[in-house]
């Protein structure tokens, strides 16, 4: 009889350390489930700008080889080469300048005298904008123009 005794305690006691030791998994669980709801959203965003940026950076880093890759052809008039026509100019202007207007809207640089924060060096910033756009674009809408006026004339 006492062995029947003794084994009831024992039992009742595995069963304690057996219910304490799942009530422990199923709080860690929980915790395990709190800190991934919570992190996840912040993992998410950090994780999709870094790709977004590695996407848009792989798509200008192509673009430009591309745009590097190719030879330039020269039309060469009397041994000089022809150098952009009129139109070509006035086209590569308006278009740099309406992208220019466009990105300074776009990042409220304060170029105006009533705006708050204004200083004078953001017009060199605008200058610089125009002109690096201006003379990156000259030779694309130059191509352009000859090969319309190309097709014209034929």
Not at 28 to 49: D, N, Q, R, W
Not at 75 to 80: A, I, M, Q, S, T
Request: aromatic residues 8%.
């Amino acid at each position: 009889m006492k062995s029947v005794k003794q084994s009831a305690p024992r039992a009742t006691l595995l069963a304690k350390l057996r219910s304490a030791a799942i009530d422990k998994l199923e709080l860690l669980a929980e915790g395990l489930g709190f800190l991934f709801a919570v992190s996840g959203a912040t993992v998410a965003a950090v994780l999709g700008k870094v790709v977004v940026g590695v996407v848009l950076g792989v798509l200008a880093l192509g673009f430009l080889f591309r745009l590097k890759g190719r030879k330039k052809k020269a039309v060469e008039v009397k041994g000089l080469a022809q150098s952009p026509g009129t139109a070509a100019r006035l086209l590569t202007a308006v278009v740099s300048a309406c992208e220019v207007a466009a990105l300074v809207e776009a990042t409220n640089l304060p170029v105006r005298f009533d705006q708050a924060a204004f200083h004078m060096g953001h017009w060199y910033l605008v200058l610089l904008a125009f002109f690096a756009a201006y003379f990156l674009q000259l030779p694309l809408f130059a191509g352009l123009l000859g090969k319309v006026r190309a097709r014209s004339a034929a």
